[in-house]
Each structure stands twice: as C-alpha cells, then as structure tokens.
C-alpha cells in the first residue's frame, strides 16, 4: 500500500495528452460531465453551459502543450483553472449574461450525448493545430512539385507533332468470349427513390434479356506481400453521383481462395463506383469502407493490404507479488472474447491485434479493488503490470419519502472514471441496506431502481461515507379514451411511452402496453419529460402533451377520431 504522504506518481495518460490526441480524447472522456457539471452550477441556461463546455475543452487541447503537471489531479485543476476564467469572462458581457441565468424548463445538469459526441470531434480536428498546419504546408509543397514534374514530362512526350495517334484498347478479362460484332450499350440509370428494390438494376442485352455484367476481383494480402485465405471482402456499389443512399447497394461479401484472390461474377456496367472492406479475424478491423477502381477490379490487379495489430502480455499480482485470476477488460464498451479476459493460474493474460494508440485496460478481482490504466500500444512494448491493492467498500440505504427502508432495489455501476466497463449489481436487505465490498477508491455512478419508484441515474458514491438514498414513489397516470363518433366504441387499446431522453428529442416504445373498456392506469418509474401515444384500431393515433413527472399522479383523457378513408 501507498503511504499516505508519497509524492503522486506520473500518469502516463497526462503525459501521453501532450503529444497524442487519443490520449487526450480518453482524459476528455473522463472530465467531460465534471467540467459540464461545474458550468451547471453557475449557469441556468443548457445553451450556454454546452457553448461554455466546447469553449474549455477546445482551449486545452490548443493549449496542452504548455500544461507541465504529470498526474490527473492537477491536469483536472488545470481545467478547472480555464473553466473559472472562461465563465467569469463571459459574464461580465451584458447580453452574455442575461442569457446565461434564463431558466429553463430541461434538466440542465444532465449532459446531452450529441453534444458530448460532436465536442470530441471539434477537439479532434484542433489538437495540435501548429503541426497539422506546418504538415500540410509540406504536403502542399510536395504536391506542387510532382505537378510540375509530370507537367513537364507530359510536355516532352507531347514533343513529336507528327504522330499519328493510336487507338486505345480496352482489355478485360473475358474479351476472347465477347462476340466480334459488338452492339452499342445503353446504361439505364438507377431506379428513382419510389422503386421499391434492393439493388439498382443493371442493363440488359438485347439479344437474351440478362443484365450486362462483367467479373471483377483483386487479392487481399498481408503487411509481408503474403496472401491472405479466407478473408472476407463486402463490395458497395454505386450508381450515381448522388451520395443519396438509395443510389448504393451492398452487391455481396465475397471470401479469399488459397492465393489470397477473391471473385465476383455479377458486378453491373452501369456502377458508377465501388467501394470495399477486406476483414479476417486474425488482421486488425477495418475502420471505413475504401473507394476502389473499377479498372483495377477488372484486371485483377487491386490489392487490399490487412494489418496485423500489437500483441498486449500482462500479468495482475497483489500487493504481496502474488498472481491473480484476474478479469481484464480493454477499451470503454467491452463485449466480447476480444475485449474482455481471464488470466491464468499464474496472473498472466493477452490481447492480440491491438492497434497502436493509447487505450484503457482495467483489471478487476474478487478480493481486490478494480484499477484502470491507459497503456500507450506500440512495438516491443513492455509487460503490462496491475498492482491490486486491497479493496474499498461503499455502502448506503435506500429508502421511500417517508423513510422506511426500501427492499429489493436495485443499485448497479452506471459508469467509472469515464467508462462502463467496470459491472456491479446488488439489491438492497430488507433493512434497505446495500453495500460493495470490492470498489475502488475514487467516486463511482450508479443506476438506482424498483418497481413502483422513480428512478434515480448516474448517482456519484465513494468509500467512507454512508449514503441515504431517497426513491420517489412513481408518476401515476390514469384516464378514459373515447371516441368522437358515438357509434364507434372503444374496446382495447394500445399506449405507448416516449421519453425525452438527453441525448435524443424523444425515444417512443417499441411495443405498447395494452387495455380495454376504455380505461388506463400506468406508471412512469423515469425521472424525464414524456408523452403518451395511444392506437386503436379504426382510429387516429393521438399524442399526448409533453408531462414532467415532479407530480405523484395525473389524469389525462383522450379522444380519438375515426380513420379517414380515402373515396
């Protein structure tokens, strides 16, 4: 264990942030709602805390390079030094500030998703800005030159005036089966956005009807020139210059043979452009589709190079040097066997095809507290090392507004240090007590639950204190749908919920809950504004006007007009 007053040791991930966006990103992950949540409390209005928000983190990342501290305690104080500047400045502007106090009526200490999301890519795009500048001054200068230099050899070829020029010859695969007299080719252009079809059709032969098609291919290879078996090649098709995306089409996925070569019989004359991604579970993923030529797919001379990523070793001990059969999970969303795994009797563990950057791991164990560190992933980087030390507890009750303990409620992580990695789930005793025996020592969310109650999100807890949580009891809605045609009665009926969730307008149920003789009662157990939908056949569905459940039961009656029919 660390003495209480040793000298906080370097974070590699602070140190990394200077120089490496990805690094960067991961401490903007973690900050993000602590930043937004400190804008929050001295503004009233989302709009401005979301703009001051963009403001603060766009400032440090045109700014980390000037940031000398070494550990996150002081790259958070750093941040939290420019965010009390950025407000502080703001507010002496008159207009700024009559803006920044307006109530308003959304929950505005609850960060919204989108914005979070479209911030990371802003941060992404000024992130070292200096050198991203001189780099593309020097791509501009290498571009002029090759311009040059092509200009001036075209220049020379073009010499001899007296030339007589030749016919170019197009060559394909399949030419020695084409017949000696040939017939014009009529392309039809893609189907307009009414046609109710899977893929644009291609044109046909006059003679037998069929589509005209060509074979095209190419080969998948590896970093070494080796080819690649079995590698799975997706081919998008399309057929206009629209970027609409009913102009293009997913023509099929297509494997590797032995030589690392893949085939498609049926690719459309009428394509006016293909794009396609080579996978193999052994070669790190694609990220996006790569634009291909049609010439090169003709002859079989496009070539697809899949790398291999980084193997990651590890191994997890205690404080007394001993191995653990530790969990470990990589990256913030983990999911499956290339994310999450066990190590061995002897503590050790690896990940293959880790691609170079910086990312999370996070090694968890019964008995011990859970750590998370950023690994910088690179060639002959060295074993990683977790040093569990012993583990915290956070514990509390849960109970109604009267005070009575609260059983069976659900307590689980929501998220830690930025991430949801990190899985825990409990219910409370009958006395309402909960408690985590393995938690680590900085402060965790959790998701709050029980039937009949309102919900409670993202609620912050650390070791040492013992926390006091109060459920609400449930927004209760109740009411009768009628129609207004006497002579259409309503029997059953559907309702549906729509939440207003933060990061979206609102999100409607799939599926609707169903009742009859007129009458409805539900419970609304999410703490966001809503809307009811109900359907009934032979009648319009009608919605509700948006509600906030700050009350503990509410009446609301429909009325549903019949179904107008077309003559």
Known sequence: MAKENSKPQPDPLVILAATDSSAFILLYDI??????????GRLRSKQVIEDLTSMIFIRAARNISRFTGTTRTEFFDWLYAIATEEI????????FAKLAIKTEQEPIETPDASHKEK??????????????????????????????????????????????????????????????????ITLIPAPSKEANTSRPA?????????????????????????????????????????????NISLLGTFKTDANGIWRCDNFPLNATGVSIMATHPDYLPAENYQMASIEQLEDFSSVTVLEKGITVTGRVIDSQQRPLRATITKGSLPSDSNTIVTCDANGWFHFDNVPQGVEVFIAR????????????????????????????????????????????????????????????ETKTDADGFFQWTNAPADEVS????????????????????????????????????????PNIKVDTFKIFIGYYYPNSNISWQKTGTSFS?????MMITEPLDFQLRVQ??????????????????AEYNFILVPTKTTP
């Open 446 to 485: 959790f998701d709050i639950q029980k039937n009949d109650y309102m919900s409670i999100r993202n609620y912050a807890m650390k070791s040492g204190s013992d926390y006091v949580i109060t459920l609400r009891p449930a927004f209760k809605f109740h009411g009768i749908v009628t129609s207004s045609d």
């Open 517 to 521: 003789n007129g009458k409805y009662e």
């Open 31 to 40: 900050y993000y709602e602590k930043i937004y949540r400190y804008c929050a």
């Open 536 to 553: 009934a056949d032979a009648l319009e569905s009608v919605d509700s006007p948006v509600f906030n459940p700050s009350q503990n039961a």
């Open 365 to 424: 164990y019964g008995g011990g507290a859970p750590q998370m560190q950023p690994v910088e992933i690179k060639p002959d980087m060295p074993t990683v090392i977790f040093t569990l030390e012993l583990p915290n507890v956070i514990r509390g009750k849960v109970a109604d507004v009267s005070g009575d303990p609260v059983k069976d409620a659900s307590v689980a992580v929501s998220s830690w240090q930025g991430t949801n990695s990190l899985s825990f």
């Open 119 to 184: 911030l990371r890519a802003k941060i992404f795009s000024v992130f070292n800005i200096g050198r991203t500048e001189i780099s593309r001054l020097i791509l501009y200068s290498i571009v002029a030159a090759a311009v040059f230099v092509i200009a001036a050899f075209l220049f020379f070829q073009s010499a001899p005036a007296n030339r007589p020029a030749l016919p170019k010859k197009i060559t394909r695969p399949n030419e020695t089966n084409l017949p000696q007299k040939v017939k014009p």
């Open 202 to 246: 291609a044109p046909a032969s006059e003679e037998t009807n069929e589509p005209l098609t060509i074979k095209i291919g190419g080969i998948v290879k590896n970093q070494q020139s080796e080819p690649i078996k079995a590698a799975a090649v997706r081919v998008l098709v399309k057929f206009s210059d629209n970027e609409d995306k009913q």
């Open 88 to 95: 502080n400045r703001c507010l002496k502007k008159e207009e």
